[in-house]
C-alpha cells in the first residue's frame, strides 16, 4: 500500500521537504527507503562526486608517470591510464574480498574504492583531441569537457555535436561559434545567451529563428536589429562595422551596453520550449519532469539535472548523462542503456541493477563493487552464485541498517543513501558542487565535504593581459609563444583561477576570421564569468511581473492586450529566478503575448 505524502526533516540541513504519494510510488517499485536528505542536499551531495571540468596531472599506479587525469594528485584513489584499465592486463577481481560485518559497509567501501585501480579520465571514443575529460565520440578538440560528438572546438564545457565552436557553455549543434551560453542549432553567434535556430548572432539573448542582429532580446524570426531596433540590411552591416567589434576595448563597452539592454525586456519564467507539464529549468521536449535543471527528452522523471540526450523514463534523482535510462536513483554519471541502477557513479554503458558500485562496464547485479567489467552476481569485486548473491546482498542491507555509518557531520548513512560526501576523491573547490555553492576549504570541512588542498602550478607568465594589443587583426603569431597572465592573477577571485593561460593556434585563427578579440582572462576565469547568465537549480515562489499595460517596475511598456487586461496578472509559478534579480519575470501566458 502507497503512503499518503508526508513532510520530514532533512538529516543534513535540518529543513522540512515532502514526499508525496507519487514519490512513494517510486520508491517501492525499486524497493528502496524513502529519503532521509531533502531534494537539495541529495543534488550537492551527488555533485560532490563530480569533477566537470577540471584536470590534473596524477602518478599512474603502474608506471608510477605522472599522467593526464580528472583526480589531483593529492586524492587517495588509484588511477591507471585509461587504456591499461580497459584492457586484458589487469583483473579487478583480483581485488576481490569477503564482506566483514563487524564493519559498516560505507568505510568498508571507502577502502576498496581507494586500493581498486580506476579509470584516469571518463573518455570514450576519442580522435586527435588534447586535454578532454568527460567526453565520448568526440574529433580534434582541445581542452573540451562534459561533451559528445564534439569536432573541431576547445574550451567548450557542455556540449553536444558542436563544431568549430569555442569558450561556450551549454551548447548544441552549434557552429563558428564563440562566448556563448545555452544556444542550440546556432552559427556564427558569439557572446550570446538563450538562443535556438539563429545565425550570425552578437551579444543576443532570448532569441529564436533570428539572423543577423546585435545586442537584441526576445526576438523572433527577425533579421537586421540592433539593440532591438530594426535596419534595412545594408544600414545593419555598416552599423555594425562602426561598432569596431574586433576592439577588445569596444567589446567590453558594448557587451556593457547589451547586458543593461536585456533587462528592459521580459524574461520567460524558465528556459525551456516543447514540454508538458515540468517545472524547473532548461527543459526541452520533456513530458512530466518536475524540479528538473538542464534535461532533455525526459518522461515521467523527477530531480533530475544535467540528462543532455534522452530517451530517460521513471528516473529519480538522477545526475549527468542519459542515453536510453531508465529506473535510475541516487546516481550520478551513467548511460548509454543502463536500468535499475541505484546509488552508483561512473557505471556505463549497458549495466543493469547495479547498487553502490563504481566505473562498473558491461556488467549487471553488482553490489560495491569498482572497476568491474563484463562481470554478474558480484559482491565487493568478489564473484558469487546467483543464489547466494542474492542471499548476501539482503544480509548485508540488514546489517546496514542496523549498524549505519555516522558522517563526521553526525548524518545516519544507512542502506538507501547515497556515498557520504567526505568520501569523495574530488576535494570540493573542484567538485561541481563549487559552481553552485562556492566554500572555502575550511567551510567545505565544516560542512561535511572532502576538503584539502591541491598543488597548484607555478607559471612564469611573459605577458600581461593588460598588454594585449587591443585591436585581434594587429594581433600577430608570436602571441602563441607568450604566457598571459591573467587580469584576475592579483584579485583573489573565487573561480579557480589559474593565473596563467596561452592562445592556442586554432583559437588565433579563429578570433582572427571572426574578427573577435583575444580574452584576458584564463580559462577557468571565462568560464565562470558565463555562469552569470545560467540560473542556479533552485526555485522560488514568485508572482508575474506584469501588472497590466506594463511591468511592476514599469521599465517595460506591453505590445499588446493580455488575457488578464489592464489589471495585474495574478498568475504564480516556480522559478529560478530569484525575488532579488533585477530581471524582469512574466508567466508562461503573458512572455508568449509580448514575443509572439
Known amino acids: 500500500m502507497v503512503a499518503n505524502s508526508e513532510s520530514r526533516i532533512c538529516q543534513n540541513c535540518k529543513g522540512s521537504f515532502v514526499i508525496d504519494v507519487q514519490d512513494f510510488g517510486f520508491y517501492e517499485k525499486i524497493k528502496v527507503p524513502p529519503p532521509t536528505f531533502c531534494p537539495e542536499c541529495r543534488f550537492y551531495r551527488r555533485l560532490a562526486w563530480r569533477n566537470d571540468w577540471h584536470v590534473f596531472k596524477k ?4 608506471t608510477g608517470k605522472e599522467i593526464f587525469s580528472l583526480f589531483p594528485e593529492e586524492s587517495p584513489v588509484k588511477i591507471f591510464e585509461k587504456e591499461y584499465w580497459l584492457s586484458d592486463a589487469w583483473d579487478s577481481m583480483d581485488y576481490g574480498r569477503d564482506y566483514d560485518f563487524s564493519k559498516t559497509f560505507f568505510e568498508q567501501f571507502r577502502d576498496l574504492h581507494q586500493t581498486v585501480p580506476i579509470a584516469a579520465h571518463s573518455i570514450h571514443n576519442l580522435t586527435n583531441c588534447q586535454y578532454c575529460a568527460n567526453a565520448n565520440n568526440m574529433k580534434n578538440c582541445y581542452f573540451v569537457r562534459a561533451a559528445t560528438f564534439t569536432e573541431d572546438s576547445a574550451y567548450l564545457v557542455w556540449d553536444h555535436a558542436s563544431r568549430f565552436s569555442f569558450d561556450s557553455h551549454m551548447t548544441i549543434r552549434c557552429e563558428l561559434s564563440y562566448g556563448n551560453l545555452n544556444t542550440i542549432n546556432c552559427y556564427k553567434t558569439f557572446f550570446s545567451v538563450d538562443l535556438e535556430d539563429c545565425q550570425e548572432m552578437i551579444l543576443c539573448a532570448d532569441c529564436v529563428g533570428s539572423n543577423n542582429c546585435f545586442g537584441s532580446f526576445g526576438l523572433r524570426n527577425k533579421s537586421y536589429h540592433i539593440f532591438n531596433e530594426p535596419y534595412s540590411k545594408e544600414e545593419y552591416f555598416k552599423k555594425i562595422k562602426e561598432l569596431n567589434f574586433g576592439s577588445y576595448e569596444s567589446l567590453v563597452a558594448l557587451q556593457k551596453k547589451a547586458f543593461e539592454h536585456w533587462q528592459r525586456y521580459p ?28 534535461t532533455r527528452e525526459v518522461e515521467d522523471v523527477k530531480w533530475c539535472q544535467n540528462i543532455l540526450q534522452g530517451a530517460v523514463n521513471n528516473c529519480y534523482d538522477y545526475t549527468n548523462w542519459g ?16 536500468s535499475m541502477i541505484k546509488f552508483c557513479s561512473q557505471v556505463w554503458p549497458n549495466v543493469k541493477s547495479l547498487e553502490y558500485c563504481i566505473f562498473c562496464q558491461n556488467s549487471s547485479d553488482l553490489f560495491g563493487c569498482v572497476s568491474l567489467r563484463n562481470k554478474q552476481y558480484c559482491i565487493f569485486n568478489k564473484q558469487y552464485s546467483k543464489e547466494d548473491y542474492f542471499k548476501l546482498r539482503e544480509k548485508i542491507i540488514k546489517q546496514m541498517n542496523e549498524m549505519p555509518y555516522i558522517s563526521a557531520g553526525g548524518q545516519e548513512y ?3 543513501e547515497f556515498f557520504p560526501a567526505e568520501f569523495s576523491p574530488f576535494p570540493y573547490q573542484v567538485s561541481a558542487a563549487y559552481e553552485f555553492i562556492p566554500l572555502s576549504e575550511e567551510e567545505a570541512k565544516e560542512k561535511g565535504y572532502a576538503a584539502y588542498s591541491v598543488e597548484k602550478p607555478d607559471y612564469k607568465t611573459t605577458i600581461k593581459a593588460d598588454d594585449l594589443l587591443d585591436q585581434i587583426q594587429d594581433v600577430k603569431n608570436d602571441i602563441l609563444n607568450e604566457v598571459i597572465e591573467c587580469a584576475h592573477a592579483s584579485r583573489g577571485c573565487l573561480h579557480e583561477c589559474t593565473r596563467a593561460f596561452r592562445i592556442v593556434d586554432r583559437e588565433l585563427d579563429f578570433c582572427k576570421r571572426m574578427e573577435i578579440p583575444l580574452p584576458r582572462l584564463c580559462v577557468n576565469c571565462r568560464y565562470f564569468e558565463r555562469l552569470i547568465f545560467r540560473n542556479p537549480p533552485i526555485l522560488y515562489r514568485r508572482e508575474c511581473d506584469c501588472s497590466g499595460k506594463k511591468s511592476k517596475n514599469n521599465i517595460y511598456q506591453n505590445t499588446a492586450g493580455h488575457f488578464h487586461g489592464e489589471g495585474r496578472c495574478l498568475n504564480e509559478f516556480e522559478t529560478s529566478y530569484s525575488p532579488e534579480r533585477p530581471e524582469i519575470v512574466y508567466c508562461e501566458q503573458c512572455y508568449q503575448t509580448e514575443v509572439a
Open 59 to 62: 602518478k599512474d599506479a603502474l
Open 414 to 416: 544507512r542502506y538507501g
Open 267 to 294: 524574461h520567460k519564467y524558465m528556459h525551456g520550449r516543447r514540454n508538458s507539464s515540468v517545472s524547473g529549468d532548461y527543459i526541452y521536449n520533456s513530458k512530466n519532469a518536475k524540479d528538473c535543471f538542464r
Open 323 to 338: 542515453q536510453n535510462a531508465e529506473l535510475m536513483y541516487e546516481t550520478l554519471v551513467a548511460g548509454d542503456n543502463v
